[in-house]
């Protein structure tokens, strides 16, 4: 429906994916540090303890310049690299729960207008008139936060949003329950490392800060063990029965679960080291705890992302970004089943019919003029390059690594699959995987697609091509 | 397929969740409030510059400064958190427009953000680390830099939104498929001098006035802040005239193409003529400082209108318009939006009364009425999850 934009360097889902991950980061800190100062306020306030607002105030210089601003900031981005990603996937949410986000952008206007005024207020205003901006920049956070996850646990489960066609369905869905409670909880962990990080910055013996480092150790052990907990008993339970089937399926890369259970034990271990020897702590330990935490994170969220496969929003949208199924409550109809009737080439509009195309000799079509690769480029990038690489213009390659996304190359040479017919029959098949939607379009189209990545497998790797497969034979 | 036709298709089938010209006018709205932060942020960014470049020797000069090497970061993000809405308004109501651009630029468009961030973070450094003696200066000009930069790729963004026309030959230049997204398809100059370079200046003329009024009462150094209001007024003066200059070539460059050359010139010309008479009137800057901050703002708001003008214009030659956009009430939304916005510009308005207060004296006194109002408004922050809680546990139990 819209231009494509593959990525350069590295796939656009990779720069959505870090940029998603930066601003968990951030602002996850934002709202359990506000709970974690507006904590420590209120016993300055209340035990006249003059020293903690030392830490507060450096904690409210780091929060405004890196937690709430870049946060800020990495929010815009992460609208930004979904809408160059996958247009349709943000729209849908987007003409669902405009409104929502609206809602959202008051408490998001409260957060950072808040974190400027309780900064600068430090000493300019009565206790009782600070602690209050404390109280309002916790509840600000948590409110951005109950918003934001309406939305996002949409996109696994819109429930019965299916059969009502009403937003309020769709936001306050099966795992919005869950997610909130869990990531309010993982919150007090990330903000453990937080405060970690600031307390460990004063010098040993100063002010509290062997006893704010124990506090936030304790919050961040507390939170790591609820997130847990509600992560076990509550929402994994309630994922649908597909995303129960990808979890450990090949959908999810192999290094994931690895990274996010050494983030979790290595957190765990650097919260007791903080709780039981605080004076030993140091800000290298905080800044290395941020550096596994957001390892943990980009992990964690894209296990979130990948569970919902083969759909950007679930049982609606296809990653591909065609709608399959119809609501009747909002008039909507399945575009796949009109596609597959149609043939996709010339019935979209940035998706070209065979005669637009121009059938010269590229790079982009591996060398070859043929008129049905050049189709199967245009069909390989609209069906499957969402997901994977489906050229090498998204497979930068450092210290011979190459970062490619599911590389369409990679995996046929590992099923090997190297020839149009094989790759043909192969993705009559694929709707059979419980992470990919069948083919949608004509037989003809089905021909040209695998013509297309017959050409990328054997550019990508010569050795699968059939004239260096018969010399290998014959040596 | 047309392009009146590709643009139908392409509009999400849902529709919009309230009435649309609502939400048209909202994005109006909306974006002054960016445009203003973004243009004080580049505003204010070059003034520490120039002060602390070419007019070290001044202590004035120097001090403003310093003032302005705070003010940059504090714009950079409060402009991004106003970006937020005009954004939500545009991709509902201009969704194939939006999201056709952003594809097509992809490589800009997913690149903007750490664009901003490399600037908003050189802007701090240079405030926390540079702005006491002068160091650093070349951490203002870089991030001056970027920040100008993701203007251009802002601009270039909504530049090739208006031009549906062109998507298609941008996407298949040749007949074949570009998808790295890295071209600057479209731009027009003196449209983006108008807006950046010639805003930021007058932004920057009004807050440098404003600044001047704020802090009456706290500092004693009077002859500093009559020197202050006074650059302001002399800069707004200078570049009032050039603004309407720059407007009328954006006239005459971009109004043919879409038949508005007139509707550009006309306003952009009166606006430009008005700030110079305001301009020339005022001769007590310090004391209207607060009037000159609503007039600018007004002017801002006149632009608004004029960019969704050359929009509509642009949209009406193939048919769409935001009057035929399809929606559907949802009430839930309308129910949720409601409820924040007045609990939200409660909190909002005390926010920025303790700020105000706070340090426009020296004693930093916050009245009783507004102690009250914050009293009240954050007994309402707190009411307002009792209200979403019910609203949540509501749907769970009835709305299947």
């Known amino acids: 429906m819209y231009p494509f934009w593959e990525g350069l360097f590295i796939h656009s889902t990779l720069y959505l994916a870090f940029t998603s991950a930066f601003h968990v980061l951030a602002s996850h800190i934002t709202v359990a540090a506000a709970w974690f100062n507006l904590y420590l306020e209120r016993r300055a306030v209340r035990e006249n303890r003059e020293e903690f607002y030392v830490y507060l105030k450096r904690s409210a210089l780091g929060l405004l310049v890196f937690a709430y601003v870049f946060g800020a900031l990495a929010g815009v981005g992460i609208w930004q690299t979904t809408t160059a990603a996958n247009p349709r996937g943000i729209s849908t949410l987007i003409h669902n729960f405009v409104l929502y986000w609206g809602s959202e952008w008051y408490m998001f206007l409260i957060d950072v207008i808040g974190i400027i005024a309780y900064y600068y207020t430090f000493g300019r205003v009565s206790r009782q008139t600070h602690l209050r901006l404390a109280w309002i920049l916790a509840l600000g956070g948590t409110g951005t936060l109950s918003i934001i996850v309406g939305i996002l646990s949409f996109k696994l489960t819109p429930s019965a949003w299916f059969e009502t066609g009403l937003s309020l369905s769709g936001f306050f869905n099966t795992t919005f329950w869950p997610q909130l409670f869990m990531r309010f909880a993982f919150m007090f962990t990330i903000t453990a490392a937080w405060a970690l990080l600031i307390a460990g910055s004063f010098p040993r013996g100063f002010y509290q800060r062997e006893h704010i480092i124990r506090r936030a150790a304790l919050f961040g052990l507390i939170g790591l063990f609820a997130g847990i907990a509600i992560w076990l008993t509550w929402f994994e339970p309630s994922l649908p029965v597909n995303a129960k089937a990808i979890l450990p399926s090949r959908a999810i890369p192999a290094p994931t679960f690895p990274m996010i259970y050494f983030g979790l034990i290595a957190t765990f271990i650097g919260l007791v080291f903080a709780f039981v020897a605080p004076q030993m702590q140091r800000r290298i330990f905080a800044v290395g705890a941020m550096v596994v935490l957001f390892g943990a994170i980009f992990g964690a969220e894209r296990t979130r992302e990948v569970l919902r496969k083969p759909d950007i929003i679930s049982g609606y949208m296809s990653s591909n970004q065609l709608l399959f199924r119809d609501i009747p409550v909002r008039g909507i109809a399945s575009e796949e089943k009109r596609l597959s009737q149609t043939g996709m080439l010339g019935n979209l509009p940035f998706v070209p019919a065979p005669d637009k195309m121009a059938n010269v000799a590229s790079d982009l079509t591996f060398g070859s003029s043929d008129p049905e690769i050049a189709a199967g480029r245009v069909l390989a990038i609209q069906q499957c390059g969402s997901c994977h690489s489906v050229s090498k213009q998204t497979a930068m390659t450092v210290a011979g690594v190459r970062l490619d996304l599911r590389s369409q190359a990679n995996l046929l040479k590992m099923r090997n699959l190297t020839t149009a017919s094989k790759i043909d029959a192969y993705l009559k098949s694929i709707g059979g995987f419980p992470y990919m939607h069948p083919f949608v379009g004509t037989d003809a189209e089905r021909r040209a697609l695998a013509r297309y990545f017959e050409a990328f497998l054997h550019s990508t790797y010569p050795e699968t091509a059939p004239t260096s497969q018969a010399q290998q034979e014959v040596k | 397929m047309t392009v009146g036709e590709m643009l139908k298709m392409m509009r999400d089938p849902l529709g919009a969740p309230f009435f649309p010209p609502a939400l048209q006018v909202l994005l109006v709205v909306t974006w002054v409030l960016h445009i203003f932060f973004v243009t004080t942020a580049l505003g204010s960014s070059a003034l520490s510059i120039f002060a602390f470049t070419f007019r070290r020797t001044s202590e004035s000069w120097l001090q403003l400064g310093r ?334």
């Open chain 2, 67 to 400: 003032i302005a090497a705070r003010l940059s970061p504090n714009s950079v993000g409060l402009g991004i958190v106003t970006g937020i809405a005009p954004l939500l308004f545009v991709q509902t109501i201009y969704d194939p427009l939006w999201y056709a651009a952003n594809t097509l630029s992809g490589f800009w468009s997913a690149m903007f953000i750490f664009i901003m961030m490399g600037g908003y973070s050189l802007a701090y450094v240079f405030y926390l680390k540079g702005s006491k003696d002068g160091r650093l200066v070349f951490t203002a000009a870089l991030s001056f830099v970027l920040l100008f930069f993701a203007g251009w790729v802002m601009h270039v963004l909504h530049s090739v939104s208006i031009r549906p026309d062109q998507w298609l030959r941008w996407y298949m230049p040749d007949g074949v498929i570009d998808t790295r997204g890295v071209t600057f398809h479209a731009y027009n100059i003196p449209r983006l001098v108008f807006l950046l370079p010639l805003q930021a200046a007058l932004s920057l003329s009004a807050v440098v006035m404003f600044a001047a009024w704020y802090m009456r009462k706290r500092s004693d150094d009077h002859a500093f802040l009559e020197w202050t209001a006074g650059l302001g007024r002399k800069l707004g003066l200078v570049v009032s005239p050039i603004y309407g200059v720059a407007g009328l070539a954006w006239a005459l460059t971009e109004g043919p193409e879409f038949g508005v050359t007139a509707l550009i010139a006309v306003p952009v010309l009166g606006l430009s003529a008005a700030l110079t008479g305001y301009f020339l009137a005022l001769k007590r800057p310090i004391d209207k400082a607060p009037l000159s901050l609503a007039v600018w703002l007004a002017a801002l708001l006149g632009v608004a209108v004029i960019r969704e003008a050359i929009r509509v214009a642009s949209m009406a030659r193939f048919g769409y318009s935001v009057a035929d956009y399809p929606y559907r009430m949802d009430w839930g939304s309308i129910l949720v939006f409601g409820g924040t916005t007045i609990v939200g510009v409660m909190v909002v308005l005390y926010l920025v009364l303790v700020l105000y207060q706070a340090n426009a004296s020296k004693e930093g006194t916050i009245s009783p009425r507004v102690e009250r109002l914050g009293k009240i408004a954050t007994g309402m922050l707190g009411a307002w999850f009792g209200f979403f809680f019910l609203v949540g546990i509501y749907t769970v139990l009835f709305l299947r």
